[in-house]
């Protein structure tokens, strides 16, 4: 099965922890994304990888950092975690040209306590 | 800088009602537009795009969408909706990186 791949679906924590989340797209795309979707369904993208260069990097907290290993991944670590940091984060890759299609994770829902 | 507007946050219709989600943008460059569908607890779904040619593009499950530049519009339409399409839809434009708007929730009564 070709898709995008997130883990965990849920995960739960304690103000100031580390969390770490994967991605994995099995489509061959060479870019993927991560994107934050908040209470209210807004989506804001955070960083977008090609090849596994950084190629967006929108204004986001230090306390995030994206790590891709292959073109094929891209996990999102958060460094000592803020309540407003619960949301629902949302992995995607895209094919390449003029018009990609988006394909997207079903997503890692985080809840910070 | 691009920009969407999604208009209308919730629409409800019956089922087999048809219905029209709308869609502004503003953007500087090339034009390439999409729609979305996001179900409860789900990642967002490809529904349709326009990049050139033909304004009214066909998607899955019956959506089409017709862009103006006129207008700058993309809007979304079904002509029979089923209670099964109720969900949020989201109007992305984008090149390098897709901006979307802030979604339209659907609600479809049986």
């Known amino acids: 099965e070709t898709a995008v791949f997130q883990t965990p679906n849920y995960h739960v924590t304690q103000v100031g922890n580390e969390v770490s989340f994967n991605c994995k797209q099995t489509l061959g795309h060479d870019t993927m994304y991560w994107y934050k979707q908040d209470s209210k369904k807004l989506l804001k993208i955070m960083f977008s990888?090609?090849?596994?260069?950084?190629?967006v990097n929108e204004t986001v907290p230090r306390r995030f950092s994206p790590q891709s290993s292959d073109k094929a991944h891209l996990n999102l670590r958060i460094k000592s975690v803020e309540p407003e940091d619960s949301a629902v984060y949302l992995c995607?890759?895209?094919?390449?040209?003029?018009?990609?299609?988006?394909?997207f994770g079903s997503g890692t829902r985080l809840l910070v306590i | 800088t691009q920009t969407v507007s999604q208009s209308d946050a919730h629409v409800t219709v019956f089922e087999g009602d048809s219905v029209e989600l709308r869609c502004n943008y503003s953007?500087?460059?090339?034009?390439?537009l999409s729609w979305y569908i996001q179900h409860h607890g789900r990642g967002l779904q490809f529904l349709l795009k326009?990049?050139?040619?033909?304004?009214v593009v066909q998607g899955v499950n019956g959506f089409e969408a017709e862009f103006s530049k006129s207008d700058s519009s993309f809007h979304l339409r079904k002509a029979s909706v089923h209670w099964s399409d109720s969900a949020v839809y989201f109007c992305a434009a984008s090149l390098y990186k897709p901006t979307f708007g802030k979604g339209t929730s659907l609600v479809v009564h049986p």
């Open positions: 995607a890759s895209s094919s390449p040209g003029q018009a990609p299609d988006y394909t």
């Open positions: 953007y500087g460059g090339s034009i390439y």
């Open positions: 326009y990049y050139s040619g033909n304004p």
């Open positions: 990888y090609n090849n596994k260069q950084l190629i």
